[in-house]
């Protein structure tokens, strides 16, 4: 079976324009303001994230090592970064500029070193 959800845009647009980050290079969250605000001023209306979870050994985008965390470089001062965090970033694009945001969500790759394969060895 399947279910169809239809979609509702929220901000009338005649075209999306996108751009697409690379999560884990954009550092500590608390600079990532001053960094995507650039994409706003050059006039894009979405922002597209690759996965903001914590990354395996490999560093690759897309080989998550936690699918419940957040990659170590977002945090800054010592204190872990949270989903709250990004809520008020992803937030302030879409109130303050205007800008709507997707991330990918990766549910089949999943990094070697990863601490529930161990325990799941039938997901391997």
Same mark, same amino acid.
């Given at each position: 079976?399947?279910?169809?959800?239809?979609p509702e845009l929220i901000f009338p647009l005649d075209s999306i324009v996108c751009q697409t980050v690379l999560s884990k290079l954009l550092g500590p969250l608390n600079t990532?303001?001053?960094?995507?605000?650039? #994409?706003?001023? $050059?006039?894009y209306n979405m922002v597209h994230f690759t996965p903001i979870q914590a990354l395996g050994a490999s560093n690759s985008a897309y080989s998550l090592a936690d699918q419940?965390?957040?990659? #170590?470089?977002? $945090?800054?001062?010592g204190s872990e970064a949270t989903l709250g965090q990004v809520e008020e970033v992803v937030d302030t694009m879409r109130k303050e500029w205007g800008v709507l945001s997707i991330c990918d969500?990766?549910?089949n790759h999943t990094a070697n070193e990863t601490p529930w394969l161990p325990e799941h060895p039938d997901a391997t």
């Open positions: 079976g399947y279910f169809l959800v239809d990532w303001k001053d960094k995507l605000e650039v #994409a706003y001023r $050059s006039g419940h965390g957040l990659n #170590a470089t977002f $945090s800054c001062d969500i990766v549910l």
